[in-house]
């Protein structure tokens, strides 16, 4: 290897890219997984699911969950650390929904977890390449030992998943195999990864084994190809953690960091004492004590560590300042070199670890807050998710000439940091080192800190509402299934356990009130909770706002859309197009100023998306046109990402709604329609209209629902 000990020595001992998966609570060994980049493991969901001693396929992410991995390091010994779920795909059916219990055979199914610390030493990420049909791979098991291995031979399809046989003498794939890497001696690179197997069938009724036959499927297993989990990665960002390709020798910035090099240290010894402060800040072994690298190959080690680059210039930064500056400058050509050092990243992901739950909650609010002009969020919109993307943004525009741009990462942090009450002061103190040694100035950072305070402030004097999340589906002859979350500013939280049971319209009335009233909203909120009905395309115009409790012993009968301001959100929609997502968002960030736009004559789906698919300052749509064609009409606005429509489900107070509606503030919508439609049933001629809301706020989190999923293909 060279200089840095980057590089793989592992060919000929392909078992040391098993990583061992342990219990988090009774440390046995669940499953596996390999290194995806230096501190990424990637492994089964389901094998997080029992590390953490949850339901094997259970869909939902474990949050700040944390499992202990083992990881044999250069010297042979094996190393335990701790790590957290980065990237969650969950197991899932092939139109989307929950994995049924008895199952042989799923889609999605990967974790990525991220290793706490910043663990050096441990051996590089194999190399990766597709899985095709005829390759003899092995697999072992969890704990790593080499007598573990099965052989097996790859089946087709290889397109979501592949199936593998295994050789009819030595070990077979069986418990503990999950996860871990199918290595392909052929290609010397991993190909895939294993998921389950398929066991002897079993007595129905006794559950017993039954006697061998002939006949019986015998060591078959299946797994996902590597070219399959790009597939599902690569949206995430999660894939720059790869180790990247040696780069190009007429690359400019290998050119340029390696004058830079030349030039910082100009004689051997300073040049081995510099190479071997980064390879410790790194985590990686160095060559001798008395031959440097050569300034080409210091060179290459930056642009091959995604993290060296920040590394050397904090080293730089202190003695030599210009020469940190001109090495950011030549690295900046390059896509590889990531914003911050290992340190820098270790300490941040360890202030994230430590944050309230309320804070990371709203952590796409104030990604969306500080960056009011990003294109678009990644697929998930976990703490680390965002994080990875971040750091891959540039600065903004607000800076002098000559004057180093303020990076998006450290302006989400000061909003963030503006979040956190008293531990405000570590985040702070965080991002003034890095600001310092990327050679930012004070007074840069310090406006960005202040648009973080009067956000923040904004936010205290907007006190963030109670709602009720209510996801209604039909279940035939008029009668409804519910799933109810309650969100009091932390996100939501699920209260409703039945999702069998069906409701006609005012039991279900009956069932919602039972949960608004067992709520308690701040005591310096006099506002009702918020009543968010989550619905497909199909349930628009459902009229759960005219559902009534009528109970004989009552005084009152209770209406919900009289009692609460009542609104519907299709997720579906929103979700169907993703490349408007961030219209959607941007539209809502101009919430209190955008404009208003209405329908008021029948508009063919081609005229309203030539309309509206750019004009992002349009953030409210009002539908005065007859029942035929409102509803393409409120569907084509809702999956261009308008936030707010409004309409009339009746066929006579279309326009009374519009009109009435217009003298109502966009933000101040949902009590509006709940005053209209009070009125309406106190006097029906002065208020003729059944007026709908459909509201999708982009700053609070809805749940992963089961409506409708992309659909997967083999």
Request: with cysteine.
């Amino acid at each position: 290897m060279g200089w840095f000990g980057t590089a793989a020595s592992d060919v000929e001992d392909p078992v040391r890219h098993v990583v061992s998966v342990r219990g988090a609570e009774n440390g046995k060994i669940v499953g596996a997984g390999f290194l995806l980049g230096s501190a990424t493991v990637l492994t089964c969901a389901h094998v997080v699911n029992a590390a953490l001693d949850r339901p094997m396929l259970e869909p939902r992410s474990p949050g700040l969950g944390q499992v202990v991995v083992e990881i044999l390091d250069d010297a042979g010994g094996a190393r335990r650390f701790h790590a957290g779920v980065a990237h969650w795909i969950a197991p899932r059916t092939r139109d989307g929904g929950p994995v049924p219990p008895g199952t042989d055979e799923w889609f999605g199914d990967l974790a990525v977890l991220r290793i706490a610390g910043s663990p050096g030493g441990l051996p590089a990420a194999p190399r990766l390449t597709a899985m095709a049909s005829g390759q003899r791979v092995k697999a072992w098991h969890g704990s790593g030992e080499a007598a573990t291995y099965a052989r097996l031979t790859v089946h087709g399809p290889v397109g979501a998943r592949a199936y593998l046989d295994g050789a009819p003498t030595g070990m077979a794939v069986g418990p503990g195999y999950s996860g871990g890497p199918l290595w392909c001696a052929t290609e010397q690179a991993v190909v895939g990864l294993v998921v389950a197997h398929f066991m002897p069938p079993r007595d129905r009724a006794t559950g017993a084994a039954l006697p061998h036959s002939p006949q019986h499927l015998v060591r078959r297993s299946w797994g996902v190809p590597w070219q399959r989990v790009q597939d599902e990665l690569r949206p995430l960002g999660v894939l720059e953690d790869e180790a990247p390709a040696a780069p190009d020798p007429d690359d400019p910035a290998l050119l340029l960091l390696t004058e830079a090099i030349e030039d910082a240290f100009p004689s051997s010894s300073s040049l081995v004492a510099g190479a071997q402060r980064l390879a410790r800040a790194c985590g990686v072994t160095y060559g001798s004590d008395v031959v440097p690298p050569t300034p080409e190959e210091f060179a290459l080690f930056l642009l091959s560590h995604p993290r060296a680059l920040a590394a050397l210039s904090g080293t730089l930064r202190r003695g030599a300042p210009q020469d940190a500056d001109r090495v950011l400058a030549a690295g900046g050509l390059s896509h590889i070199p990531k914003l911050l050092s290992p340190q820098e990243h270790t300490a941040l992901r360890g202030h994230l670890r430590t944050m309230p739950p309320e804070v990371l909650a709203r952590f796409p609010e104030a990604v969306r807050a500080a960056l009011p002009h990003l294109a678009a969020l990644p697929g998930g919109e976990s703490a680390e998710a965002l994080l990875d993307h971040l750091e891959t943004l540039p600065g903004d525009g607000r800076a002098p000439s000559g004057e180093r741009r303020v990076p998006a990462l450290l302006r989400v942090m000061e909003y963030v940091a503006a979040l956190c009450g008293p531990r405000r002061a570590a985040l702070r103190l965080w991002s003034d080192g890095v600001a310092a040694r990327l050679g930012i100035e004070r007074a840069a950072l310090g406006e960005r800190r202040f648009d973080a305070q009067e956000w923040a402030r904004s936010l205290r004097a907007r006190v963030l509402r109670v709602r009720v999340l209510v996801q209604v589906n039909p279940a035939g002859q008029s009668r409804h299934r519910l799933r109810i979350w309650c969100d009091e500013g932390a996100g939501p939280r699920q209260v409703s356990t039945d999702s069998v049971r069906s409701y006609s319209a005012p039991e279900a009335a009956r069932e919602v009130l039972r949960v608004l009233d067992s709520l308690t909203p701040p005591a310096e909120d006099e506002r009702p909770p918020l009543v968010e009905v989550l619905v497909d395309r199909a349930g628009l115009n459902l009229p759960v706002d005219e559902w009534t409790v009528r109970d004989p012993d009552a005084l009152v009968p209770g209406v919900l859309g009289v009692e609460f301001p009542l609104v519907v959100h299709c997720p579906e929609l929103l979700r169907r197009h993703g490349r408007f997502m961030s219209h959607w968002r941007s539209r809502w960030n101009r919430l209190d100023s955008g404009k208003t736009f209405v329908v008021s004559e029948a508009m063919d789906r081609d005229t309203i998306y030539s309309r509206l698919v750019n004009q992002l300052d349009t953030v409210r749509v009002c539908v005065d046109v007859p029942p035929g064609p409102r509803d393409g009409i409120v569907q084509t606005c809702l999956a261009l990402g308008i936030p707010v429509v409004v309409w009339d489900r009746g066929r006579d107070g279309a326009a009374h709604t519009v009109r009435h509606m217009a003298q109502v503030a966009t933000r101040e919508l949902p009590d509006g329609v709940r005053d209209y439609r009070a009125g309406a049933k106190a006097s029906p001629p002065d208020y003729p209209g059944r007026p709908v809301l459909a509201w999708a706020d982009a700053d609070r989190t809805v749940p992963r629902l089961r409506l409708t999923e992309p659909q997967e293909s083999s």
